[in-house]
């Protein structure tokens, strides 16, 4: 007997630390977190493929993302 485990979703990691700004919605000022985002195909836990690769940037505190400028 053989099972294929296939899966494909969106995919999000922390790459690292980003700029110090002020928050549109929380309104304090601090560092922001560099977050990566694509869309993958993954086949027995292995990602096979990735595309439509993003970088934006989470508030350290509320969690409000934006674009990296």
Do not use: D
Request: with cysteine; hydrophobic share 35%.
């Amino acid at each position: 007997m053989f099972f294929l485990i296939f899966g494909a979703g969106k995919h999000e990691k922390e790459v690292g630390f980003g700029e110090y700004r002020t928050c549109l919605r929380c309104n304090n000022h601090t560092q922001w977190i560099k977050i990566e985002k694509c869309n993958r195909v993954s086949l027995f836990f292995v990602p096979v493929l990735s595309w439509g690769k993003v970088q934006t940037q989470r508030c350290g505190i509320c969690g409000h993302s934006a674009l990296t400028p």
